[in-house]
Nanobody, 117 residues
Framework: QVQLVESGGGLVQAGGSLRLSCTAS????????MGWYRQAPGKQRELVANITSGGTTKYADSVKGRFTISRDFAKKSVYLQMNSLNPQDTAVYYC???????????WGQGTQVTVSS
């Protein structure tokens, strides 16, 4: 069974920074990619950033230039460095894992990020 555990969320003032981490455990033999989604109250879940095994990254327009995704797939981990946070970044952040052996992605339980103005 594959599990994802996120950490690093919390409360920060506008302009501050946080670093999210996500590590997978269990039978993960290879990784296509990992990434982060977020869901704010009353809104749909949206992609924040993802990264492939080859290092290709994709970011939501709203976070470009402020967030940086990185990976260490040998450790089955992905990270999200979030700088210049603003209240619109407040959401639950979910990590996901895309592996070739599974028909669907694996998801973490989420970590709350709250940015105060």
């Amino acid at each position: 069974q594959v599990q994802l555990v996120e950490s690093g969320g919390g409360l920060v003032q506008a302009g501050g920074s946080l670093r999210l981490s996500c590590t997978a455990s269990g039978m993960v033999f290879s990784i296509n990619g990992m990434g982060w989604y977020r869901q704010a109250p009353g809104k749909q879940r949206e992609l924040v950033a993802n990264i492939t095994s080859g290092g290709t990254t994709k970011y939501a327009d709203s976070v470009k230039g402020r967030f940086t995704i990185s990976r260490d797939f040998a450790k089955k981990s992905v990270y999200l460095q979030m700088n210049s946070l603003n209240p619109q970044d407040t959401a639950v952040y979910y990590c996901y894992l895309d592996v070739p052996e599974a028909p669907a992605d694996y998801w973490g339980q989420g970590t709350q990020v709250t940015v105060s103005s």
